[in-house]
Structures are given as structure tokens and as C-alpha cells.
């Protein structure tokens, strides 16, 4: 059985009960903070709910890193809030977290964003880069153009450096890292990977978007996506590669806007907090 956590949150735009509501998900080694662009955009119009998923940010690992885990902090926090449905949109691991659960109760899935990401397994691109991290040694960083330096051996691309220092942080007199490395460690045969769904399929609106420049959404891997959702439809953003929304925000949102007032039209259903949710037709 998956134990929810609660998962350290970023809120922005309309107050509750006046916007739809919108959860961005973050990738691996990620957190809310990536997505703190987007959400300032999407906040004029939409009530935007971000989390640290858990093992990432300022959220525990629980019991361990799985997608049902993560759909079930993900409902948690639904509850907590008192919403019935959220339209979601998840980059890479967060995408598959978010496929996992409309896969799982679509009920509380309004629509479906996914970001260059699709629900198979991947080759092991990033099992080297956790150990990495865990071979990095804190004792000997002096500041955080020290922590470059000694990452730049085996990270050697600026950019992923960078987003994967963003978990290095100096406390108490030492540098420490906020993400759970040895949970990672443990579950990067699943992260990679995604949970056989049965017959599962999610009948409501979703968006598959992935950059020109990246190879994670290519050729054989739509067919699982059009299997497991229907309804899907695919749209590349030009110029932009696996971070999608960072490379190219403005084309990202172009693609974003029609799932967005999908999203918006298949209505929800906002439940005092404490109640148990509806079970709400799907579409």
C-alpha cells in the first residue's frame, strides 16, 4: 500500500474556488522551483498549485520512490485542498507520475499534459549521473563554483551541472544535498521504467508536448501513448530539446493553451476539505 506524504507546495494565482486549478510537476532531480516561470504565467488565469514530489526539494522520500507513490501524495494533496479535479502537466518523471495517475483515477484528472515523456522504459541515461552526486565530496567544496569544478569531470555539461547543483545547499556550517540521493539510487530501475497499467486507459483530454531537439517522444514510442490515452494529441515546440518550458516558454504555452481550456471546460468539482471526493465521469 502507498502512505501519502505531504509534499512541500508552491500556490500562485486565483484564490480558491475562482480558477481551475493546475498542478505543475517537476522532473528527476528537479523541483517546484523550475517551474516558477510557468506558474507566474499561468497564474492570472489559473489557480497553480507546484509541488516537490517526494525525495525532491523539501519533500520526504516516505517509504520509497514509485509512481503510485507519487499519485498518491498527488490525490493527498487534492484531498488536503479540498479539489475533486486539477489539470495536470508533468515533465519527465513528473510526467509519468502524472500519466500514472489519470491512468489510475481519472476521475480527479481533468486533462493531461505531459512533457517530453512517454509511458515506457528508458535506457539508463541518469543512474550515472546519482552517482555522481553521491561521489561528490562535500567535505572538500568551498563555495559553489568549488562544487562545479569538482562536478565538471563527471558532469561536463554546463547546463546539467547546473540544474543538478540546485540541490546543494550550505546549512549549518556544512554542505548537504536537499534531494534523498540513496532513495533515488534505489528506485532508478523504476524511475526509468513505468508500471504495467493492465487495460487502464485515461478517456479525458491530454496533450503530449516534446521538443524538436529531444528523442525522448520518437518514433516507436507513440504507440503506447495513443494505447493508453486515447484521446491524445502530440504537438512538438521547435528549437527546444527535453527541458521544453525552459528552452522555449513561449511556444511551450502556444501548445499548452488549447489542453488549458479543455482542462477549464470539462468542469470540476471543489469539496470542502475533509470530504472524500465524487467519483465524476470521465471526459
Known sequence: MNHPIPLHLREYGAAPGEGPPVLLLHGLFGSSANWHGIARRLAGAHRVLVPDLRGHGRSPAGEGISYPAMAADLIGLLDERGLAQATLIGHSMGGKAAMWLALTAPERVAALGVVDMAPVVYPDRLGALVAALRALPLDQI??????????????????????????????????????????????????????????????????????????????????????????????????????????????????????????????????????????????
Not at 539510487?185 to 521538443?211: H, N
Open 142 to 283: 568551498a563555495d559553489r563554483r568549488g562544487a562545479q569544478a569538482l562536478l565538471a569531470p563527471a558532469v561536463p555539461d554546463p547546463g546539467v551541472r547546473g540544474y543538478l547543483l540546485q540541490n546543494l545547499e550550505h546549512a549549518d556550517g556544512a554542505w548537504r544535498w536537499r534531494i534523498d540521493l540513496d532513495a533515488l539510487a534505489s528506485a532508478m530501475p523504476e524511475i526509468r521504467g513505468f508500471p504495467d497499467p493492465g487495460t487502464a486507459q485515461f478517456p479525458g483530454p491530454a496533450l503530449f508536448v516534446y521538443g524538436t531537439e529531444s528523442d525522448y517522444v520518437t518514433g516507436e514510442r507513440l504507440a503506447p501513448i495513443r494505447a493508453l490515452f486515447p484521446l491524445a494529441r502530440v504537438r512538438p515546440v521547435a528549437g527546444a530539446g527535453h527541458w521544453v518550458y525552459a528552452d522555449q516558454p513561449e511556444g511551450f504555452l502556444t501548445a499548452l493553451s488549447g489542453l488549458l481550456d479543455l482542462g477549464h471546460s470539462s468542469g470540476r468539482t471543489v469539496l470542502r476539505p475533509g470530504l472524500s471526493p465524487p467519483r465524476l465521469a470521465a471526459g
